[in-house]
């Protein structure tokens, strides 16, 4: 989160312009106009708006998750939002407030509201914990709810009524599209469980501690490498080593978009192969479908 003072600047002209622009254009005088924070919700929103929502996600397929920064495109379609719909991911809390001032009648909804988060893992940790017992850039908790089908269930119910709350005329249609979208996410679920149905083990290795909720719903244990973003140390290194050995690991998985020079190493040091997921995919069940299928063939 750098270079605040020139995003200021383009904030602040952002909300001029805004301010001196007729609010009343062709597409938004018919269409909703949401932005939210990662590909995922944009996948939900399209489902369930359809005709009647338009959107946009500040964080792209390209960006960094870590050292993601909004384009000055982005922000100007931003200022022009309805809607904002949160997840709790990190970047939010620093920008929000930003976002907010450049565009003052602009809704914020959580569209995690209700979901109990789970906490993120000590150094490595299993993946049914309840309650966690450090603080972090997190506040302690888990952001990936999207890569549970249950928790992705709630977020599709939270949105559905924020749509129909910000626009009645269309509530029928969000509601028709949220139980279609409802079986949609269901049908992946059971064709996730069905790619893992073959498993031998049960636990997996992660450099980025993204895949907590998958873990927990499918009844894996994640052993993560980071801990409140830190590598792990030398101690570290030989417990993770005899866990490897212990549980008979294969692979070790790391984000993509991500800085995978440090990954290599540790990979070439535990003996791993080193395997690629998107925690953060466009298509939803694409993504849960090819995390399953690299876990699959990793527990095999």
Same mark, same amino acid.
């Given at each position: 989160?750098?270079?605040?003072? %020139?995003?200021?600047?383009?904030?602040?002209?952002?909300?001029?312009?805004?301010?001196? $622009?007729? $609010?009343?254009?062709? !597409?938004?005088?018919?269409?909703?106009?949401? $932005? &939210?924070?990662?590909?995922? !919700?944009?996948?939900?929103?399209?489902?369930?708006?359809?005709?009647?929502?338009?959107?946009?996600?500040?964080?792209?397929?390209?960006?960094? @998750?870590?050292?993601?920064? @909004?384009?000055?495109?982005?922000? *100007?379609?931003?200022?022009?939002?309805?809607?904002?719909?949160?997840?709790?991911?990190?970047?939010?809390?620093?920008?929000?407030? %930003?976002?907010?001032?450049?565009?003052?009648?602009?809704? &914020?909804?959580?569209? *995690?509201?209700?979901?109990? %988060?789970?906490?993120?893992?000590?150094?490595?940790? &299993?993946?049914? /914990?309840?309650?966690?017992?450090?603080?972090?850039?997190?506040?302690?908790?888990?952001?990936?709810? #999207?890569?549970?089908?249950?928790?992705?269930?709630? /977020?599709?119910?939270?949105?559905?009524?924020?749509?129909?709350?910000?626009?009645?005329?269309?509530?029928?249609?969000?509601?028709?599209?949220?139980?279609?979208?409802?079986?949609?996410?269901?049908?992946?679920?059971?064709? /996730?469980?069905?790619?893992?149905?073959?498993?031998?083990?049960?636990?997996?290795?992660?450099?980025?501690?993204?895949?907590?909720?998958?873990?927990?719903?499918?009844?894996?244990?994640?052993?993560?490498?980071?801990?409140?973003? !830190?590598?792990?140390?030398?101690?570290?290194?030989?417990?993770?080593?005899?866990?490897?050995?212990?549980?008979?690991?294969?692979?070790?998985?790391?984000?993509?978009?991500?800085?995978? %020079?440090?990954?290599?190493?540790?990979?070439?040091?535990?003996?791993?192969?080193?395997?690629?997921?998107?925690?953060?995919?466009?298509? #939803?069940?694409?993504?849960?479908?090819?995390?399953?299928?690299?876990?699959?063939?990793?527990?095999?």
């Amino acid at each position: 989160m750098k270079n605040f003072k %020139r995003w200021g600047l383009i904030l602040t002209m952002i909300a001029l312009l805004a301010a001196c $622009t007729p $609010t009343a254009t062709p !597409q938004s005088a018919s269409t909703l106009q949401v $932005t &939210v924070s990662i590909p995922p !919700q944009a996948w939900l929103v399209n489902r369930l708006g359809g005709e009647w929502v338009s959107v946009q996600a500040m964080m792209t397929p390209t960006d960094d @998750p870590h050292t993601y920064e @909004p384009q000055p495109a982005q922000m *100007a379609a931003m200022a022009e939002s309805d809607m904002y719909m949160t997840i709790g991911v990190e970047f939010e809390a620093a920008w929000l407030p %930003r976002f907010t001032n450049a565009n003052s009648r602009m809704r &914020v909804v959580d569209s *995690a509201a209700g979901i109990e %988060r789970l906490p993120l893992p000590e150094f490595y940790a &299993v993946s049914k /914990v309840t309650e966690p017992d450090h603080e972090d850039e997190h506040g302690g908790s888990d952001p990936h709810i #999207w890569l549970s089908p249950e928790r992705m269930k709630q /977020v599709a119910a939270n949105m559905a009524a924020a749509l129909a709350e910000a626009d009645p005329d269309h509530a029928a249609d969000y509601q028709a599209n949220l139980e279609a979208l409802l079986a949609e996410i269901n049908q992946t679920d059971a064709e /996730v469980s069905a790619a893992l149905a073959g498993i031998s083990r049960d636990h997996f290795m992660i450099v980025h501690p993204a895949l907590g909720y998958f873990a927990d719903e499918y009844g894996l244990t994640m052993l993560a490498l980071e801990a409140g973003g !830190q590598e792990p140390g030398p101690e570290q290194m030989a417990v993770l080593l005899d866990l490897a050995q212990q549980y008979q690991v294969t692979a070790l998985f790391v984000q993509t978009r991500t800085d995978t %020079r440090q990954a290599h190493t540790i990979a070439d040091q535990l003996g791993l192969e080193l395997v690629s997921i998107d925690p953060m995919p466009e298509n #939803w069940p694409e993504g849960m479908m090819a995390i399953a299928k690299a876990l699959a063939g990793a527990l095999k």
